[in-house]
Antibody, heavy 118, light 107 residues
Framework: QVQLQESGPGLVKPSETLSLTCSVSGGFISGYYWSWIRQPPGQALEWIGYVYFTGSTNYNPSLKSRVAMSVDTSNNRLSLKLNSVTAADTAVYHC????????????WGRGTLVTVSS | DIQMTQSPFSLSASLGDRVTITCRASRSIGTYLSWHRHTPGNAPKVLIYGASRLQSGVPSRFSGSGSETDFTLTISSLQPEDFGIYYCQQSYSTPYTFGQGTKVELK
């Protein structure tokens, strides 16, 4: 059974870079798109973007200037970097798997809370 | 961006009740619509994809319908594990977008 587990610092200072990792266990990265999705407290889910197993990316225009995603197929890991963070970036961050056939998100991680505060 | 609007925002229901949640897209998305449920402390879970296709392992009391701009998720007989927040999500075009969620609570 494939599982996704997000990890990274729970607290990031304003203007710094948020860095998260998603470990994929029980399966392989190849053949899928991998997405990051966040949910600020009390707000709706926001799609940050996705990275294909080849490394190609597609980012939400609202975050495109600050975000970078990558895959490490050797270690079955994904990474998310979001720079110049502010309090508005405080959220639960989920990684998720996307099926190439139709963009369906078929698997989610539990998510990790990142708070931006000095 | 395609805006997804769900209704109701929340609902209270009893075990065994039939529950219906609607989702409207700001423009046509064909059947590129999924429904997900999120319960506190757990990973969200996809229930329906392609507007009406039941994800493997999801009980048959869940069903989805609709196309283009109007979609519905129905739970035929509410069970204890069904409480949580339900989201619709379009994958017709990027940026993918979600509805604001419908909280299903026990009456």
């Amino acid at each position: 059974q494939v599982q996704l587990q997000e990890s990274g610092p729970g607290l990031v200072k304003p203007s710094e870079t948020l860095s998260l990792t998603c470990s994929v266990s029980g399966g392989f990265i190849s053949g899928y798109y991998w997405s990051w999705i966040r949910q600020p407290p009390g707000q709706a889910l926001e799609w940050i973007g996705y990275v294909y197993f080849t490394g190609s990316t597609n980012y939400n225009p609202s975050l495109k200037s600050r975000v970078a995603m990558s895959v490490d197929t050797s270690n079955n890991r994904l990474s998310l970097k979001l720079n110049s963070v502010t309090a508005a970036d405080t959220a639960v961050y989920h990684c998720a798997r996307i099926l190439p056939r139709d963009g369906t998100i078929d698997l989610w991680g539990r998510g990790t809370l990142v708070t931006v505060s000095s | 961006d395609i805006q997804m609007t769900q209704s109701p925002f929340s609902l209270s229901a009893s075990l065994g009740d039939r529950v219906t949640i609607t989702c409207r897209a700001s423009r046509s998305i064909g059947t590129y619509l999924s429904w997900h449920r999120h319960t506190p402390g757990n990973a969200p879970k996809v229930l329906i994809y392609g507007a009406s296709r039941l994800q493997s392992g999801v009980p048959s009391r869940f069903s989805g319908s609709g196309s283009e701009t109007d979609f519905t998720l129905t739970i035929s007989s509410l069970q204890p594990e069904d409480f949580g927040i339900y989201y619709c999500q379009q994958s017709y075009s990027t940026p993918y977008t979600f509805g604001q969620g419908t909280k299903v609570e026990l009456k």
